[in-house]
């Protein structure tokens, strides 16, 4: 019993360190003009992929992140209670709406891919941003006008939080280190993952009027293709990381609110295409897969009859037929 506890104790720790040094990383990401909100919020994203691995246990390391993440902004304890308790409460949300949907921490069905977009980052998040943008109002933290402004500020910082960080981290839980280790398979991930931060920096900081960031998807769709979710999930949030830093700390040009829903938009289809596509070659695979070994199982099973079976039977004698050729499997 003393081991169980121990182990939660130290899953709890793990969880909240994880979660304060990401939120505090995020600071990279903050909105111009919003004070309690940033452009992706990275621990929205880790959280979710904490609950959902070990389970609600980790609930409370999670809120003593977030705690933690306020009182180093210099909130009073009561202000930080409140906002990390407004925030984290919302991750538990999003754990009972994916539980409820059957969502597979595998993430290799694009069913699981629908419910963590809708269900998590969609639905799961809007708890969150309104009782925290509430908290923040009633707080005398911000003014009410600035209610509707904020909450879909914050909504989107912790969808888009959800959508790069938790596939990334529920995929790198199941890699293993491949028996076969091909040196030119390696060769192109690390050529991937060179030519999407190349990519990214040319069209997001030399590129000052923004309209090339289109070109950020050839490398995506490249990773997704060819490695799946392995790959894809950290091209994706390299590129969301890059973009969001690049842009919101550009001197020589600020972000415009005409601009910062472009950008939105941008990055959430930037991560739905990557997510889809790399799912999809998944289940793609696994079904070819499928079809292969129930021809293998097929041909054995023909071999047997064949090898074992009375040559004048006619069920032997379809089955010769149909093996050769001669006639269709319902003729």
């Given at each position: 019993?003393?081991?169980?506890?121990?182990?939660?104790?130290?899953?709890?720790?793990?969880?909240?360190?994880?979660?304060?040094?990401?939120?505090?990383?995020?600071?990279?990401?903050?909105?111009?003009?919003?004070?309690?909100t940033r452009a992706l919020f990275l621990g929205a994203g880790l959280a979710v992929a904490a609950l959902?691995?070990?389970?609600?246990?980790?609930?409370?390391?999670?809120?003593?992140?977030?705690?933690?993440?306020?009182?180093?902004?210099?909130?009073?304890?009561?202000?930080?209670?409140?906002?990390?308790?407004?925030?984290?409460?919302?991750?538990?949300?999003?754990?009972?709406?994916?539980?409820?949907?059957?969502?597979?921490?595998?993430?290799?069905?694009?069913?699981?891919?629908?419910?963590?977009?809708?269900?998590?980052?969609?639905?799961?998040?809007?708890?969150?941003?309104?009782?925290?943008?509430?908290?923040?109002?009633?707080?005398?933290?911000?003014?009410?006008?600035?209610?509707?402004?904020?909450?879909?500020?914050?909504?989107?910082?912790?969808?888009?939080?959800?959508?790069?960080?938790?596939?990334?981290?529920?995929?790198?839980?199941?890699?293993?280190?491949?028996?076969?280790?091909?040196?030119?398979?390696?060769?192109?991930?690390?050529?991937?993952?060179?030519?999407?931060?190349?990519?990214?920096?040319?069209?997001?900081?030399?590129?000052?009027?923004?309209?090339?960031?289109?070109?950020?998807?050839?490398?995506?769709?490249?990773?997704?293709?060819?490695?799946?979710?392995?790959?894809?999930?950290?091209?994706?949030?390299m590129v969301s990381s890059m973009v969001v830093y690049l842009v919101f700390n550009d001197p020589a040009?600020?972000?415009?609110?005409?601009?910062?829903?472009?950008?939105?938009?941008?990055?959430?289809?930037?991560?739905?295409?990557?997510?889809?596509?790399?799912?999809?070659?998944?289940?793609?695979?696994?079904?070819?897969?499928?079809?292969?070994?129930?021809?293998?199982?097929?041909?054995?099973?023909?071999?047997?009859?064949?090898?074992?079976?009375?040559?004048?039977?006619?069920?032997?004698?379809?089955?010769?037929?149909?093996?050769?050729?001669?006639?269709?499997?319902?003729?």
């Amino acid at each position: 019993m003393f081991r169980k506890f121990l182990i939660i104790g130290l899953q709890n720790l793990a969880a909240g360190a994880a979660y304060f040094a990401v939120g505090i990383l995020g600071k990279l990401h903050e909105f111009a003009g919003y004070e309690f909100t940033r452009a992706l919020f990275l621990g929205a994203g880790l959280a979710v992929a904490a609950l959902m691995v070990f389970g609600v246990k980790v609930w409370p390391g999670i809120f003593l992140g977030a705690f933690m993440i306020a009182l180093s902004l210099g909130r009073t304890p009561t202000v930080g209670a409140a906002l990390g308790g407004a925030t984290s409460v919302t991750y538990l949300v999003a754990y009972l709406l994916l539980r409820r949907a059957d969502f597979n921490v595998r993430l290799d069905r694009v069913k699981d891919v629908f419910s963590l977009v809708v269900l998590a980052a969609g639905l799961g998040m809007i708890p969150a941003a309104v009782i925290r943008t509430s908290a923040i109002v009633l707080l005398g933290l911000s003014p009410g006008g600035d209610f509707l402004n904020l909450t879909l500020a914050t909504w989107v910082s912790l969808a888009m939080g959800v959508l790069v960080v938790a596939p990334a981290l529920l995929v790198a839980r199941k890699m293993r280190w491949p028996s076969r280790l091909r040196p030119y398979r390696v060769a192109e991930a690390v050529l991937l993952l060179a030519a999407t931060a190349t990519v990214t920096l040319v069209v997001t900081h030399a590129n000052s009027d923004r309209e090339l960031l289109f070109l950020v998807f050839p490398p995506l769709i490249w990773a997704a293709w060819r490695f799946q979710l392995s790959v894809s999930a950290l091209c994706n949030l390299m590129v969301s990381s890059m973009v969001v830093y690049l842009v919101f700390n550009d001197p020589a040009r600020p972000v415009t609110d005409s601009e910062l829903i472009t950008l939105g938009a941008f990055l959430v289809t930037v991560s739905l295409s990557s997510i889809f596509l790399a799912v999809a070659v998944t289940e793609r695979n696994r079904a070819y897969d499928r079809i292969g070994n129930a021809t293998i199982e097929l041909a054995s099973a023909l071999r047997k009859l064949d090898d074992r079976g009375d040559p004048e039977d006619p069920l032997v004698h379809r089955a010769r037929r149909w093996r050769d050729g001669q006639n269709g499997p319902h003729d």
